[in-house]
């Protein structure tokens, strides 16, 4: 059997080869690299994530990456943007509580699904990494969501007088966006209920 030393001193393992040249080519090549690096950040992480990783997940060369981005902070971050879906449309037929349960889901998901896998991976990695990448993820995903909100709450007649609806429609994703953040397991329909139900409904004033 091996010694702590000996294992200490076994090297990490080696990144993978750079596959053959792929005959893909524009938008099929870009998916897929993207996919690819969804796929990397969920398997190994953002800081064993290298552009040899994502050129053989996603069957290409590395040059093919380096035409298009400098670095891997620029890949993941396009990447993030493109394959974030936005937040499920609003109307005045919206009921207000089934409106805000749909809208507070919809981050879960995002935070949590396969693509949110990435996120995670980011979060894991520690505010001085990750700052720029942290604040796409409030770009695509949280703040629209804040936004929706504040038009469903709009399309309602608003907040009861003296309340801030800005303020309001941030309270339930960040509650989301700091359960994930902090680690802990995706939400379930029955917390995303009582968010909805103990803290947004009474500030609102409904």
Known sequence: MATTAERSARPEPAEPPEPPASR???EELRRVIFDAVIEQLGTVGYAKLSTNRIAAAAGTGKAALYRRWRNKDELIRDALRELIPGPPEVTPATPLRDGLVMLLSYLNRVLY???GAAFQAV???GVAQTTQLRALFRESATEPCEKRIAELIGMHGG?????????IATAGPAMIFYHCLSGQPRSTDEQIEAIVDDLLLPLIGA
């Open 113 to 115: 699904d396969s693509n």
């Open 123 to 125: 979060a894991a990695a």
């Open 159 to 167: 907040a009861a007088p003296g309340r801030n609806e800005t303020a």
């Open 24 to 26: 893909r080519r524009g």
